[in-house]
């Protein structure tokens, strides 16, 4: 009898520990599914198959101003040379339609920097429209019937017509990573959505570091204990569990409202993060300042230093790596926030790469957002990948404030 | 741009101020060293002291003027708008005003502009010269006065260091009302736009009210014209992800931490929370976008499988990736909690005989309940405040229904599409967004304060 509940109890003992290794197995899991799902769909993002045409510019005046030179036009009579029998209108355009758009901007750019070729017949690779160059890297499913597809059977049998000529190309492509965001898949790029991230993130640091230690240190060494100080403490320890998108709405009222100032800028948005970031780097710096035994302190009063001194020449120094820390941890969960930014207007589609702290911007978490609420499929790819990068950016970071604890931990 | 520029001559007239006053100060003190007197504080305390007494004033004094520019400028713009102009209407008066205040200082171009005669452009870019002396000459006096008042104090027998700690300890004390001032700041701006959308829409409607559409329409005559703001949907639909979402963190999270503080050795212990921690570290953005991707199609396809209707944007599929992003919240604070539960309590039970599983449910479980409690509510004010999974994983349309296979909107999803866009600041529909947001507020706020009291306590217990 005692010897089967003894059994008993060893299973329930088992299966209890097998629970507890199966949900950590299972939250591991997600991790891994997330990040191999995400790394699947960005495959297509890094490279963009690209048609070689022939550019005649031979007949161009030399004296005719650059800018005004019919670009898509010479691109769509190359492209059209290559198809003498299709002669239609409307054929010709659904044709023209398989190059993209940005072609005739990025071949003028060529010109303005290479005006020699003005007058010379040469090679040009144009892009594919994001839908062409899908069904290159066989996304599209062709035995699906043709009105549940992007690419109809005509723009098949045009695209594997050009593949047989052999000007087809498959092109490692750095427009992802150098571009700013764009309505054409093929082209958009989150640079100028980083480059703003980049910005916000410097304003944060800025406002955000020295009021936080100073404040952390005030409330550690200086503070008086009266209702003053609890009420500032249990202020800073709600202001950590607030929702982010409260602080949103506070810079939408407060900043944007009542002090006018612009939408969409990374001043305000670096305001409103470092807001968000305050408490973190509070929290963080009083547990650093905290370690640091009683008995340096007390050695350095004795020898007649003050209050301040002992805290800039004793304290803050040795309490530094896990500043250093704890800022690093709160800029990475700044870097990663994206719903208050939406709500001070940084969600604009946005074309130039921001250059200061007053032009119009967006972050780059936001530009995974913008991309995945865009309907066009290669948006998936591009925002996969963005995705990645952003990922791999916040371990990045995460694990240089652990190696930074690591090696400069001081350890009493 | 002018105006930038004359921010940086301000900053380099009141830093140019603050060096020379430094450097005359501490040249005195110095002199008293040299001749071997006996100086009560260093040199360098000395030229601190006059120094920062003539870079604060004037430096809070810009402060106050950059954080009021728009409004000065916005003042000093509005008589010169024409009638003609005012007559056309709001966005044009924006659009004039910023054009006035963007060129204040480019004579020609106001000059040539249309919203102003000759004679107005010249007046308006006299005026600009005009605040602009104003202001330089007052920085300029304002760092000249404190610098001679405070320089005639200084003596041999001089605490200036103690007069530069206690101005430093004031600054310092500036800093730590930051905290207070953004949950001022919050507050206010939530009650005051809330108390604006009451004028337009009954508290009770909102309260209590079960439909909520908030369009507003574009003619007066059309159906729902006013729009409808009733906020239940808005709850249940929060709270039905909430549970989703929590029904996959409490348990995951739960065992987690019980392996993890009792049965993993600590080398595991040192590898595995990292990973998990990697969960709470990953932008919650990415987990909007792998909830809409990946995890709706693939919660229809299943519900299809099994011959139900779900839908793309159900609440299954957001809370269900909400719960993945809490696992870590959950597990750290309970794991923390139960390591903390003293190592004598468990030994004893394990003496008795007991097994490690039933030493963990009938002992460390309910010693450290408090702190799990606290956990648990920590996460839920987590998941309701949680905004990009739901606004990309969930839908607009608001449903009143505990199907979790449905899709529902939440308070969050609503704050961000009601003020995401163009918009007027004046209409029900923005102000609505602030109403939910002190709602949300609210609700958090409680929820953190209950777990804040009931951790207190429960440390007192075993301290």
Redesign the interface.
């Known amino acids: 009898m005692s010897n089967q509940n003894f059994k008993k109890?060893?299973r329930?003992?088992k299966?209890?520990?097998a629970?507890?290794?199966?949900?950590?197995v299972?939250?591991?899991s997600?991790?891994a599914v997330?990040i191999s799902?995400?790394a699947y769909?960005a495959i297509p993002a890094f490279n963009n198959y690209t048609l070689n045409l022939e550019i005649d510019m031979s007949n161009q005046s030399s004296n005719s101003m650059i800018e005004d030179i019919n670009y898509r036009g010479l691109l769509r009579d190359s492209l059209f040379s290559l198809f003498p029998e299709i002669e239609d209108r409307s054929e010709k355009r659904k044709l023209s339609k398989l190059i993209s758009s940005s072609s005739s901007y990025i071949l003028q750019d060529f010109i303005i920097e290479n005006p020699s070729y003005i007058n010379k017949k040469f090679y040009f690779n144009v892009l594919f429209t994001d839908d062409s160059d899908l069904f290159y890297k066989g996304y599209v499913d062709t035995s699906l019937p043709e009105s549940e597809r992007r690419i109809d059977d005509d723009e098949v049998l045009w695209l594997e017509y050009l593949y047989s000529l052999g000007r087809v190309k498959n092109k490692i492509s750095s427009n992802l990573f150098l571009n700013g965001d764009s309505r054409e898949p093929e082209v958009a790029g989150f640079f100028g959505a980083t480059i703003g991230s980049l910005i916000t993130i410097f304003v944060t640091l800025i406002l955000s570091f020295?009021?936080g230690v100073?404040?952390a240190?005030?409330?550690e060494n200086?503070?008086v204990k009266n209702r003053l100080t609890d009420?500032?403490e249990?202020?800073?320890?709600?202001?950590a569990?607030?929702?982010?998108?409260?602080?949103?709405?506070?810079g939408?009222?407060?900043f944007i409202?009542?002090?006018?100032?612009p939408r969409s800028v990374p001043l305000v948005g670096g305001l409103v993060l470092s807001?968000m970031t305050?408490?973190t780097i509070?929290i963080t710096t009083r547990s650093a300042l905290q370690s640091v035994p009683p008995s340096i302190r007390e050695a350095a009063l004795a020898m007649g230093a003050?209050?301040?001194q002992v805290v800039f020449h004793h304290l803050l120094p040795a309490a530094l790596p896990g500043i250093f820390t704890g800022t690093i941890i709160g800029l990475?969960?700044a870097?990663?926030?994206?719903?208050p930014l939406?709500?001070i207007g940084m969600?604009a589609f946005i074309v130039d790469i921001p250059g200061s702290i007053s032009d119009p911007a967006t972050a780059l978490?936001?530009q995974?957002?913008i991309w995945?609420?865009s309907p066009e499929r290669a948006f998936?790819a591009k925002?996969?990948a963005a995705?990645l990068i952003?990922?791999g950016l916040?371990?990045l970071i995460?694990l240089v404030a652990?190696i930074l604890r690591k090696k400069y931990e001081v350890k009493w | 741009m002018t105006i930038n520029i004359d921010l940086l001559i301000s900053l380099s007239l009141i830093f140019v101020s603050g060096l020379l006053s430094f450097s005359l100060a501490k040249g005195r003190a110095r002199l008293h060293l040299v001749n071997d007197e006996p100086l009560r504080s260093m040199p360098i305390y000395h030229g601190l002291y006059v120094s920062l007494w003539t870079i604060l004033p004037s430096l809070s004094l810009l402060i106050s003027l950059l954080?009021?520019?728009?409004?000065i400028l916005?003042f000093v713009v509005t008589p010169y708008l024409s009638e003609s102009i005012i007559s056309l209407g709001l966005d044009e008066i924006i659009y004039v005003k910023s054009f006035l205040i963007n060129n204040i200082a480019n004579l020609t171009s106001l000059v040539e502009s249309e919203f102003l005669s000759k004679d107005m452009a010249y007046s308006l870019n006299e005026k600009y010269y005009l605040g602009r002396f104003i202001i330089f000459s007052s920085l300029v006096s304002l760092s000249l006065i404190f610098s001679l008042i405070t320089y005639r104090n200084l003596s041999i027998r001089f605490d200036a260091?103690?007069k530069v700690?206690a101005i430093?300890?004031f600054?310092?004390?500036l800093?730590?009302?930051?905290?207070?001032l953004?949950?001022i700041?919050?507050i206010f701006?939530?009650i005051?736009?809330t108390i604006r959308f009451f004028s337009h829409v009954s508290f009770f409607e909102f309260i209590f009210g079960t439909h909520w559409s908030p369009q507003t329409a574009i003619r007066e005559d059309q159906v729902g014209s006013s729009g409808s703001f009733g906020a239940i949907p808005l709850f249940t639909g929060t709270l039905l992800i909430t549970a989703v979402a929590m029904s996959i963190a409490a348990?995951?999270?739960?065992?987690?931490a019980?392996?993890?503080s009792?049965?993993a050795k600590p080398k595991t212990r040192d590898w595995?929370k990292?990973?998990?921690e990697?969960?709470a570290?990953?932008?919650?953005?990415?987990?909007?976008?792998?909830a809409?991707?990946?995890v709706g199609p693939f919660v229809r396809s299943c519900g299809e499988y099994l011959g139900l209707t779900v839908a793309t944007e159900s609440a299954l599929a957001a809370g269900a990736v909400m719960g993945?992003m809490i696992?870590?919240y959950v597990?750290s604070l309970s794991d923390d909690v139960m390591s903390a539960v003293p190592v004598s309590l468990r030994d004893g039970s394990l003496a008795l005989g007991a097994?490690?599983?039933?030493t963990?449910?009938k002992v460390i479980f309910p010693a450290a309940l408090p702190g799990i409690v606290s956990a648990l509510l920590?996460a839920i004010?987590?998941a309701?405040?949680?905004?990009?999974i739901v606004?990309?994983a969930a839908g607009l349309a608001a449903n009143l229904t505990a199907n979790p296979l449905s899709a529902v909107t939440t308070v969050?999803v609503q704050?961000?599409t009601l003020?995401?866009g163009d918009q007027e600041?004046d209409s029900a529909k923005t102000l609505a967004?602030?109403a939910l947001?002190l709602m949300?507020?609210t609700i958090?706020?409680v929820l953190?304060?209950f777990a804040?009291i009931i951790v207190r306590r429960y440390r007192e217990r075993y301290e």
């Open positions: 109890r060893h329930a003992e299966r209890f520990k629970y507890g290794l199966i949900s950590i299972a939250a591991a997600m991790l997330i799902s995400m769909k020295p009021v100073f404040t240190i005030y409330l200086f503070a009420f500032i249990v202020n800073i320890n709600n202001l569990a607030v929702p982010s998108i409260i602080f949103g709405l506070l939408l009222a407060v409202n009542f002090f006018g100032m807001l305050l408490p509070i003050s209050e301040m990475a969960r870097f990663g926030e994206s719903a939406l709500l969600v978490p936001v995974i957002y995945a609420d998936v925002t996969s995705t952003l990922i916040l371990i995460n652990v | 954080i009021f520019k728009s409004n916005n260091r103690r700690e430093f300890k600054i310092f004390f800093f730590s009302t930051m905290a207070v953004t949950t700041g919050i701006s939530l005051f736009e348990p995951l999270g739960l065992y987690s019980i392996f993890l009792q049965y595995i990292p990973i998990l990697i969960l570290g990953i932008p919650t953005v990415v987990y909007g976008f792998f809409a991707l990946t993945v696992i870590p597990s097994t490690k599983a039933e963990v449910k920590l004010s987590r309701i405040g949680e905004t990009m606004v990309m969050t704050i961000v003020l995401v600041f967004a602030f947001g949300l507020f958090t706020l953190n304060i804040m």
